[in-house]
């Protein structure tokens, strides 16, 4: 109420409030909030000096909008196979798509488990190259105790609705320690102005609005609360599904996973997704078509060889309910409809 009745309706006064608490939060020193999490990509990319003809490695398997932000500021993504076990960038094969014209690696702390930051940092550091940490599903994730977003150069969060910080609508946010970078970023995302009508580069319109700002300070304080949530669901579906013989998630020791999304592994997943619909339980892929293989990268000409992991396992990744809210009969239901399913499935 207090944004309508002040009208502060973009970026302004309660943005302001956000970038503070949220930069906070993650421990970082600055915040610049942003319309969403695909501006926040792209954005970032162009403050910590990435431009055409550059190019961008990105894992194979995240959501679309981490490769199309690089490819949208004239870049080319280069994909990276992930790791068997976690579903993140395999740090292994990072160094054989390094080219001259490399610039940067976007670690994606997908489903909310922190990549291998150590590895990565390392290879940046070998061979000089920017790094910019995707935690749009990873707000609050730990590596070695250290909040993710606060290890690369810059960083970009989304507070798209289903998100573990979730707006009212489109929001996002860049997170970095250097103030070059924080102001680079502010000054792109607002037409390149350092102050009304002085307009010092070519920018563009990517603002935070008040409402979504506002949305998003009163909800901060529940997140760890809320993260805490997930971790426990996570437990107990391991727990139920530990003698289902599906593969469910894994995280090192010294990480904080923040279950974004609790991905399992089950054969014949097509028809076991149907069986869970037909008890009333959504479930959902993610993602379905690993990035080299999507038709807007067709040019690219990647075969299934080109990236084993990614693409083996396209066809057995499954996102089931997780939401802070959960109960343990609502857990204890879905994993009696998942075993049921997969039972009757590899018998039909
Ligand atoms: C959601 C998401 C984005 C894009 O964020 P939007 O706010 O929807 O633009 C980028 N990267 C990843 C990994 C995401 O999950």
């Known amino acids: ?26 421990g970082a020193n600055h915040c610049v909030a942003v319309a969403n999490g695909t501006d926040a990509l792209e954005i ?15 894992p194979a398997n995240t959501f679309f909008a981490t490769a199309e932000a690089v490819s949208n500021i004239g870049a080319k993504p280069v994909f990276v196979d992930i790791d068997e076990n976690y579903y ?34 390392a290879i940046a550091k070998k061979h000089n190259l920017k790094v910019l940490e995707d935690c749009a599903q990873a707000h609050g994730a730990t590596y070695k105790g250290k909040t993710v977003g606060t290890f690369g150069d810059v960083a970009t969060f989304s507070f798209y609705p289903s998100k573990n910080l979730g707006a009212f609508g489109d929001a996002g946010a860049i997170v970095s320690n250097s103030k070059d970078v924080a102001d680079k970023a502010r000054l792109i995302a607002n037409h390149g102005q350092p102050e009304k009508y002085k307009h010092n580069l070519v920018g563009r319109n990517s603002r935070m609005d008040g409402i979504q700002a506002a949305v998003l300070s009163i909800k901060l304080p529940h997140l760890e609360i809320w993260l805490e949530a997930r971790r426990k669901h996570a437990e107990t579906y391991n727990k139920l599904l530990a003698d289902s013989g599906l593969i469910v998630p894994i995280a090192p020791e010294h990480s904080r996973h923040t279950y974004h999304l609790y991905v399992v592994q089950v054969p014949n997943r097509e028809k076991v997704m149907a069986k869970l619909a037909e008890d009333g339980i959504d479930s959902g892929l993610h993602y379905p078509i690993a990035l080299p ?15 084993p992991v990614a693409h083996s396992q396209m066809d057995k990744i499954l996102s089931l309910p997780m939401y802070a809210e959960l109960t343990d009969e609502m857990i204890e239901t879905v994993c009696r409809s998942l075993k049921n399913a997969v039972a009757l499935t590899a018998t039909n």
């Open 44 to 58: 970032g990319l162009q403050a910590i000096g990435v431009g055409a003809g550059d190019e961008v490695l990105v």
């Open 1 to 26: 109420m207090k944004v309508l009745s002040e009208t502060a309706f973009i970026s302004g006064k309660y943005a302001k409030e956000f970038e503070e608490s949220f930069a906070k939060y993650i």
């Open 88 to 121: 993140n960038i395999d740090s292994a094969k990072i160094e054989e798509k390094i080219t001259p014209k490399t610039k940067a690696i976007i670690p994606v702390h997908l489903y909310g488990l922190p990549a291998e930051m150590d590895e990565i940092m």
């Open 293 to 307: 293989f999507l038709e807007a990268y067709a040019d690219f000409g990647h075969q299934p060889s080109d990236f």
